[in-house]
């Protein structure tokens, strides 16, 4: 099955900095999703994005689908985006979501 | 509306009980999946429903036993659990279960299950 690999595993940042997590996939994709799962365990869907660039808010994220990677951008960070951040993706081949490590956040004030 | 709902939102158990958790979505998707996640873990996939017949189990062991009643419905029974059975349960649902461009998933915000 397609690997799903993120980077950094994890990162600390003072409120208000910028941040870049990454995502590593080793095969062609029809489905890519960022969430951010709060503390409470709930997952929420920040971008559906197989392909191209989106943006909500603070937060953009691109994949490049033929360089297999995706990447989501934090700017102006705050304290309440702290959490897990996840990738997940199907291969175009099957229906299976794979979810990569995460990348634990923390934002201190 | 994209919402799953999951119920209850924590459960306590012994060994001995049995139990069910209920998940519902009214966005008339078609797919509906279980996973089970672990502390600092992934969610990992147990079972994924498409058009209310079973299309996937990944090997989970026979005491969870999922349900799918309806298209707006999932249950898993839960009987004979295991301290290691103890984890986050996450439902989602997705428009299908297989589309040529992709489909996104949606989850609910889990039950917290501990046996005791």
């Known amino acids: 099955g397609i690997q799903v690999e993120q980077s950094p595993p994890d990162l600390i940042l003072q409120e208000g900095a910028n941040s870049t997590l990454r995502c590593n996939f080793s095969d062609s994709v029809n489905n890519l999703q960022w969430f951010h799962q709060n503390p409470w365990g709930q997952l929420i869907n920040l971008f559906y994005?197989?392909?191209g660039t989106k943006q909500n808010g603070r937060l953009s994220a691109t994949t490049v689908a033929t360089e297999r990677y995706s990447l989501l951008y934090i700017s102006s960070s705050q304290t309440t985006d702290s959490g897990v951040y996840f990738c997940?993706?199907?291969?175009?081949?099957?229906?299976?979501?794979?979810f990569g490590e995460g990348t634990q956040l923390t934002v201190n004030p | 509306d994209t919402e799953v709902t999951q119920t209850p939102k924590h459960l306590v158990m012994g060994m001995t009980n049995k139990k069910s958790l209920k998940c519902e979505q009214h966005?008339?998707?078609?797919?509906m999946y279980w996973y089970k996640q672990k502390a600092k873990k992934p969610p990992e996939l147990m079972f994924v429903y498409s058009y209310e017949k079973l299309s996937i189990n990944e090997s989970v062991p026979s005491r969870f036993s999922p349900e799918c009643p309806n298209s707006s419905l999932l249950n898993l029974h839960l009987h004979a659990l295991q301290p290691e059975d103890s984890a986050l349960y996450l439902c989602?649902?997705?428009?299908?279960?297989?589309?040529?461009?992709?489909?996104?998933?949606?989850f609910g915000p889990g039950t917290r299950l501990t046996v005791t």
């Open positions: 989602a649902s997705s428009q299908v279960d297989f589309l040529p461009g992709g489909y996104e998933q949606y």
């Open positions: 966005m008339g998707h078609r797919a």
């Open positions: 997940a993706s199907t291969q175009t081949s099957g229906s299976r979501l794979t």
């Open positions: 994005i197989p392909s």
